[in-house]
């Protein structure tokens, strides 16, 4: 089959100069109220996402409304273009929100049990709208009928009716937590389904190694948070390692889950080597983004490959992160230079 990536890629280039960066996150911030963020994000690529969310929410769910249709309209677009081994690549780069948005699904299933069961559909609906971005194959539509499933194992079998490659993963994940109740160990489950489906589905593919050692490197972040997360729980680590990795071993894995909540991270290999002694998830949560932003640039000089579309749809989520970010805290009156700092942690 073939891969039209000339015509991809300068679409892409089109669609990264529409990017917003932290310059319109700071301006947005220093305009001191969410209606002047509002006003602001009119006047960009989201405006027509807005003038829609506005029929059907108001005040922060619009704005997250919005957020997650312009992701799932320009990702749809961007499926529109591609063909060939681009389509199947792009496909592959676009599980990961899948990946997410069933963590984002599970965990609103696990909330509502914690609250006693309950819980309006609308406000249901509402909250996983602010939590996903159905930028993958779970579309709002399928994720909606999950969320307003009567319970967790029928989520799962609207994920298994329509052929989703996490369907079987993620209903042996949800039966697993069903006897046990632990959210962290479902979460995991995920993610080790996610990258085994993803390597997979690389290995059918002639992908250019800049490409695979950034999926090595993915796996490795993976690693690295849920080594952290482990920390103090008093579980077997070893069964939550996600193998696959390009420099963080499964002894290096142990190790670091074995020790103490917030003990030094012990030597790592580059490129994660810069994340010194910061041994709590947060400070290692900053030094791991920028590895993975680092990697995802160091793809985008081939006009001919998926590498400029896997470094858009990185800035793309980041993004959203960001916009996320400051509507909450305009909306909320976090103040400025508290806000200020959380962008540096987005």
């Keep these: 089959m073939s891969s039209n990536y000339g015509y991809l890629n300068a679409r892409v280039r089109g669609l990264r100069a529409k990017l917003l960066d932290e310059t319109f996150a700071q301006s947005a911030i220093e305009a001191g109220s969410f209606e002047a963020f509002v006003t602001s994000l009119s006047q960009t690529a989201y405006a027509p996402d807005l003038e829609e969310a506005r029929g059907r929410r108001e005040g922060l769910p619009m704005v997250d409304d919005a957020i997650a249709t312009n992701v799932a309209r320009t990702t749809r677009s961007l499926l529109r273009m591609a063909d060939g081994r681009a389509r199947e690549l792009l496909g592959v780069l676009l599980m990961r929100f899948d990946a997410a948005n069933l963590k984002s699904v599970a965990r609103t299933f696990h909330a509502r049990s914690a609250r006693g069961g309950g819980g309006e559909s609308d406000d249901a609906v509402a909250s996983l709208a602010a939590a996903t971005l159905p930028a993958g194959a779970l ?35 949800v039966a697993a937590y069903a006897a046990s109740g632990d959210l962290f160990e479902l979460e995991v489950a995920i993610d080790l389904g996610y990258h085994e489906v993803v390597r997979e589905r690389v290995e059918e593919h002639d992908v250019p190694p800049a490409f695979l050692r950034y ?21 077997e680590p070893g069964r939550f390692f996600v193998p696959g ?29 810069a994340l010194g002694d910061g041994g709590d998830l947060a400070s290692v949560e900053v030094g791991v983004r920028s590895v993975l932003e680092r990697y995802a640039k160091g793809l985008v000089h081939d006009p001919l490959d998926i590498g400029l579309v896997t470094h858009y749809l990185y800035a793309k989520e980041r993004e959203a992160a960001l916009l996320r970010l400051v509507a909450r805290g305009t909306f909320y009156g976090v103040p400025s230079d508290t806000l200020r700092r959380e962008l540096g942690h987005a």
Excluded: C, W, Y
Excluded at 159 to 165: A, E, I, N, R, T
Excluded at 221 to 231: F, P, Y
């Design 139 to 173: 579309d709002a539509h399928i994720l909606e009928r999950m969320i307003t499933a009567a319970d967790l194992p029928n989520a799962a079998q609207v994920l298994v009716l329509k052929g989703h490659p996490l369907g079987p993963t993620f209903r042996k994940a």
């Design 215 to 235: 999926g090595q490197i993915e796996i490795d972040a993976t690693n690295l948070r849920t080594a952290l997360k482990v920390r103090g729980r008093g579980l």
């Design 245 to 273: 990795g390009r420099v963080v071993s499964k002894d290096v894995f142990v190790e670091i889950a074995s020790s103490a909540p917030g003990a030094a991270l012990p030597s790592l290999r580059a490129p994660f080597d």
